[in-house]
């Protein structure tokens, strides 16, 4: 395995993105920390006071990660936390089925990586954390996942049409779990390693088990060994213990939509601003119509359900039960950084701008803003793939251009600048000679003009078609590198998406078994800072 990076410079990122990378431009005026390097951020470890119950938060998380199955390696993480110099870095996404694409892979091997490298700059223990959206309700976005198949691919996914849209923590799988994975391993190639992947989706992704909960074990299942611990919020206990943050986002609604317009907007007036403000961070959990949004208008509250309520309603209800109330996707993060003693959070283009609209949310609730890094991002180039690359004028960027477009710079690059140089003189010449011959006839004849125009027309169309005839001829001829082309863009950029973002890692897992895990820890763990800061071509 070998990694070589590629600038963001290269790639299609955002303006905003691109600032972070090279922490300059104006998003200083939103963001002020853009570490380089462990020892940069070991001095922020230093700094860093977190005043929650330590025994507390490892008893919470104790019981959130056996309810997944959690091994001893997790479990011995999370004691560590009790430790008053004991620090957390952080990712996080929804619960994508069997694994979701690429990127969520990286994210986790993020914060593994990060964690290793920040306690041997600090001495202190530093613990990689996994937060799992388990009260993201959009089902659709996270019930199927893309799997190669040939010269394409194939999206395998679940049906949720059954249900309302309950958070992924409450969401049941049903019968047809079965048949989806079934369908996967149809797609996929059988390897030495089919059977244990098959075995270990088949432990998780069960009828009746919860989608949070499939996801959940599946991540602790393959990453114990890296000491990877999950958190996340749909918890009664946890919920019991921070419910001062929705009795506060109720008492202080006005405020809190104000201080994050305000930022929304002077962050529009230089970047596109990533999330919408709205006028309420809450939503409540409904039995029967799932997730539901709580809309406010002045001091009154309601759901889609039409119930109308006060302010002092819902904080009593947040009193009583807080288990009723789900953060929105302003409030989770400051949710998510108050329970943890968390110094980073690793996160993608998209986490990062609305990072940049929440500074003052977070100065509000009185609670740290985070570091925050870009997470891995990395193109797995498998053997079949590397073995061709090479061969062809392009670089990797250069394949997430249309491939029409590629293949007629191909040709361009291809085609003998003799023959162009050919047809070009003929052209020239047969233009000169017709002038010449055809004008002494005009002379002798003018009533033949518009028959000779015609006549001169069709001998230059007639060039043309002997030219495009030739560079037939050369496309026939290059044929097996313009498959090539297309095979390697089809990889790399499938359907003009980046590879990460599209293919389901379960794919990888699959064909070259939990080594490629290893391999990849291994290999981002031999590198300095910049694996975070530039894209990884991973040569397999």
Do not use: C
Not at 111 to 140: M, R
Not at 157 to 184: N, R
């Amino acid at each position: 395995m070998k990694l070589n990076s590629v600038s963001y410079d290269q790639l299609q990122t955002t303006t905003l993105f691109r600032d972070f990378i090279k922490g300059d431009g104006k998003l200083k005026l939103f963001l002020d920390t853009f570490p380089t390097d462990a020892k940069s951020l070991a001095e922020k470890a230093a700094a860093l006071n977190f005043k929650g119950d330590r025994e507390k938060l490892a008893e919470l998380l104790l019981d959130f990660n056996q309810k997944y199955g959690a091994g001893e390696k997790a479990k011995s993480q999370i004691n560590r936390l009790r430790k008053k110099e004991s620090i957390t870095v952080t990712t996080g996404q929804q619960t994508t089925i069997f694994g979701g694409p690429g990127y969520i892979l990286y994210k986790a091997l993020s914060v593994i990586d990060l964690a290793l490298k920040l306690e041997q700059e600090t001495g202190k223990p530093v613990i990689p954390v996994f937060w799992i959206a388990d009260e993201d309700h959009d089902l659709d976005e996270i019930s199927s996942v893309n799997i190669p198949a040939g010269k394409s691919s194939e999206k395998i996914g679940v049906d949720f049409d059954h249900i309302p849209p309950h958070a992924s923590a409450a969401a049941e799988l049903h019968a047809g779990i079965a048949e989806s994975l079934e369908k996967l391993f149809s797609i996929m190639p059988e390897t030495d390693f089919s059977g244990d992947v098959r075995q270990l989706l088949e432990k998780h992704y069960q009828p009746g088990k919860t989608y949070a909960a499939a996801f959940a074990g599946l991540m602790l299942a393959l990453f114990e060994e890296h000491g990877l611990i999950l958190a996340g919020s749909n918890h009664p206990a946890i919920k019991k213990t921070y419910s001062g943050i929705f009795r506060k986002a109720v008492s202080d609604a006005d405020q809190i939509e104000n201080v994050i317009r305000s930022q929304s907007d002077k962050l529009a007036e230089v970047y596109h601003q990533q999330a919408m403000p709205v006028s309420s961070q809450l939503f409540l959990h409904d039995e029967k119509k799932g997730r539901v949004k709580l809309n406010r208008e002045n001091e009154k509250w309601s759901n889609d359900s039409g119930k109308v309520f006060t302010n002092q309603e819902l904080q009593n209800l947040a009193e009583k039960d807080p288990s009723k109330f789900s953060p929105n996707v302003f409030l989770r993060p400051v949710l998510q950084q108050a329970m943890l003693p968390n110094l980073v959070y690793l996160g993608g283009p998209a986490e990062i701008a609305y990072h940049a609209q929440l500074k003052p949310l977070f100065e509000h609730f009185e609670v740290l803003f985070p570091v925050l890094m870009p997470r891995l991002s990395m193109s797995l180039i498998e053997p079949p793939i590397g073995r061709i690359i090479h061969d062809l004028p392009f670089q990797y960027p250069d394949y997430s251009k249309r491939i029409e477009d590629l293949e007629s710079e191909f040709m361009e690059q291809q085609s003998d600048s003799d023959s162009r140089d050919v047809f070009r003189d003929l052209k020239s010449e047969m233009e000169t000679l017709l002038d010449g011959k055809l004008q002494f006839l005009v002379d002798q004849d003018a009533s033949l003009k518009g028959a000779i125009k015609s006549a001169s027309s069709r001998i230059g169309k007639e060039v043309d078609k002997l030219e495009q005839k030739h560079q037939r001829s050369l496309k026939q001829n290059e044929k097996v590198q313009l498959q090539r082309i297309s095979k390697i863009a089809a990889n790399l950029f499938p359907e003009g998406n980046p590879q990460e973002r599209f293919f389901g890692w379960i794919y990888y897992l699959n064909k070259y078994g939990p080594e490629l895990i290893r391999s990849l820890a291994e290999e981002t763990g031999k590198k300095s800072f910049e694996v975070y800061y530039t894209h990884q071509l991973v040569s397999l």
